[in-house]
């Protein structure tokens, strides 16, 4: 009797697993019958006919990502480098992902391979580096193309890792430290000659900074000896105006005829103190001559006034 309850339990928890499915909202499944397509199952609760629906396939529908492994690649040069990557894909058709191809990620991995090997070819070494970004468009726009037929959408791929071999690195980074010591002989070289430029820039400012001193000098110079020269000229024209006007005045002829005599004697008397003979004049009528020709000459000069 426990033994047929058992059996009939059993039989009973087939023909429900048979009939009753629910569906992850994560999920979409395809439902066949009678070996046929017959529906795509949305998330939620879903009645089967025992034996006749069967569940065929299980599709997830969020954003899938599959490690694309190394790969040898030739570049344009004849490098070698080893590409790996990740490609991004997503179930738009349930039903095309099942029928319209064996396996979606085999062969979505497979045409990444196979596209970036043809985009490295076409670029060389220096540029597969920094053009990372067009390889990646490049190969989701072939993978996308290709995969319309199996409901599938490509989303994004990006490459990992560029690996060139040991002997192509060794290569790289002698031509890197050749690059820097260039930059760095160039470096050099540009300041030595921006120095040597300064130098002689601020040599050629000193010269003319002297000259112009030198110049200003004696601008200077000459203006204060013209200013003296025409304030010396001034006050002797000024002092014989006023001699002029003093003569003029009462007593000015006979001032002027004993500044004469006096100014005479103390000449006359110098040069006897320094001569070495005694100087007499050889004729002293000639010095009362010489008073009354003073004499006649104020006269003229006061009647000339």
């Given at each position: 009797?426990?033994?047929?309850?058992?059996?009939?339990?059993?039989?009973?928890?087939?023909?429900?697993?048979?009939?009753?499915?629910?569906?992850?909202?994560?999920?979409?499944?395809?439902?066949?019958?009678?070996?046929?397509?017959?529906?795509?199952?949305?998330?939620?609760?879903?009645?089967?006919?025992?034996?006749?629906?069967?569940?065929?396939?299980?599709?997830?529908?969020?954003?899938?990502?599959?490690?694309?492994?190394?790969?040898?690649?030739?570049?344009?040069?004849?490098?070698?480098?080893?590409?790996?990557?990740?490609?991004?894909?997503?179930?738009?058709?349930?039903?095309?992902?099942?029928?319209?191809?064996?396996?979606?990620?085999?062969?979505a991995i497979n045409l990444a391979q196979t596209t970036m090997r043809s985009e490295i070819g076409k670029l060389t070494l220096d540029k597969s580096f920094y053009e990372r970004d067009n390889l990646n468009q490049a190969v989701v726009t072939e993978i996308d193309k290709?995969?319309?037929?199996?409901?599938?959408?490509?989303?994004?791929?990006?490459?990992?890792?560029?690996?060139?071999?040991?002997?192509?690195?060794?290569?790289?980074?002698?031509?890197?430290?050749?690059?820097?010591?260039?930059?760095?002989?160039?470096?050099?070289?540009?300041?030595?000659?921006?120095?040597?430029?300064?130098?002689?820039?601020?040599?050629?400012?000193?010269?003319?900074?002297?000259?112009?001193?030198?110049?200003?000098?004696?601008?200077n110079e000459a203006d204060g000896r013209a200013l003296a020269i025409t304030l010396e000229a001034e006050a002797t024209a000024q002092g014989i105006q006023r001699v002029a006007q003093a003569i003029q005045q009462p007593g000015g002829k006979e001032a002027v005829r004993?500044?004469?005599?006096?100014?005479?004697?103390?000449?006359?008397?110098?040069?006897?103190?320094?001569?070495?003979?005694?100087?007499?004049?050889?004729?002293?009528?000639?010095?009362?001559?010489?008073?009354?020709?003073?004499?006649?000459?104020?006269?003229?000069?006061?009647?000339?006034?």
């Open positions: 009797m426990f033994t047929t309850l058992a059996v009939i339990f059993i039989l009973m928890w087939i023909i429900l697993s048979k009939t009753a499915v629910i569906v992850p909202t994560r999920l979409a499944c395809v439902k066949e019958r009678l070996g046929r397509f017959h529906a795509v199952l949305e998330p939620g609760f879903h009645i089967l006919i025992p034996f006749i629906d069967k569940i065929s396939y299980r599709h997830e529908t969020r954003e899938q990502v599959f490690d694309v492994p190394p790969q040898s690649c030739i570049t344009r040069d004849n490098i070698q480098v080893q590409v790996d990557g990740l490609v991004y894909l997503k179930v738009m058709d349930p039903k095309q992902a099942s029928y319209g191809i064996e396996n979606y990620r085999r062969a290709a995969s319309n037929p199996w409901g599938i959408k490509v989303l994004r791929y990006e490459i990992m890792n560029i690996s060139p071999s040991a002997h192509v690195i060794h290569t790289l980074e002698k031509q890197m430290e050749a690059e820097r010591e260039r930059r760095a002989d160039v470096t050099i070289a540009t300041a030595q000659k921006e120095s040597v430029s300064v130098i002689s820039e601020g040599e050629r400012q000193e010269m003319i900074n002297v000259s112009q001193g030198e110049r200003q000098k004696r601008i004993m500044r004469v005599v006096e100014q005479y004697l103390k000449e006359l008397g110098r040069v006897m103190n320094g001569a070495d003979v005694s100087v007499v004049p050889a004729d002293l009528a000639n010095i009362k001559g010489f008073f009354e020709g003073v004499g006649h000459v104020s006269q003229g000069m006061s009647g000339k006034g």
